[in-house]
């Protein structure tokens, strides 16, 4: 109940302001999934200032899944000339917060884990693929693979998330 608690007034605090919304407010018939899944991507990605702030793209949306990809700049770099890992969960984090919310219910990390299997380098392509394990109620689980541009598996991500009946993801 705590927890509840907690996600309710931090989803109040964060919800965007309603006067942003204004003209581009879906449609009164009803929306596919993934039209749903598109609207969603849009909505966000306008308003994810970590997305632009780091470069990355969202390549792909469906309901439950997510594809977003990060090129490896020199300001990503640690002292040992790789990919901070922190900006490597960050991408998995945020395909993962594409995947949850594509249904349009407002959905938040309540958890994860992350693996970090090989380093990115300066230049790298990054390729975060996120898709639902398992979603039931209020809560779903998400795995997140991070490729670069050789195939080559960098990091492996599991999502937990916590779904806010009745709120929407993006506000129109």
């Not at 509840?4 to 018939?29: H, L």
């Not at 770099?77 to 490597?88: E, S």
């Not at 959905?107 to 990115?120: H, I, K, Q, R, W």
């Not at 598996?153 to 806010?164: K, N, P």
Request: charged share 20%.
């Amino acid at each position: 109940m705590v927890l509840r608690s907690f996600i309710d007034r931090w989803v109040d605090f964060v919800v965007a302001d309603p006067a942003s919304t204004s003209g581009d407010q879906m449609n009164e018939a009803p929306l596919s999934p993934q039209q749903t899944a598109e609207w969603v991507r849009g909505r966000m990605s306008a308003s994810d200032r970590a997305l632009r702030w780091l470069g990355m793209q969202v390549l792909q949306v469906a309901p439950g899944r997510a594809v977003l990809q990060m090129t490896v700049g020199e300001q990503m770099l640690n002292g040992h000339d790789i990919c901070h890992g922190g900006l490597i969960t960050t991408l998995a984090d945020s395909a993962f917060a594409y995947a949850c919310n594509s249904y349009n219910e407002l959905t938040v990390a309540s958890g994860f884990a992350v693996d970090l299997l090989a380093p990115g380098r300066l230049g790298d392509v990054l390729t975060a693929t996120c898709h639902e394990v398992s979603k039931a109620g209020r809560t779903g689980v998400y795995d997140c693979e991070v490729r670069n541009q050789s195939g080559q598996r960098i990091a492996v991500f599991r999502g937990r998330s916590y779904t806010l009946k009745g709120k929407p993801a993006v506000a129109g």
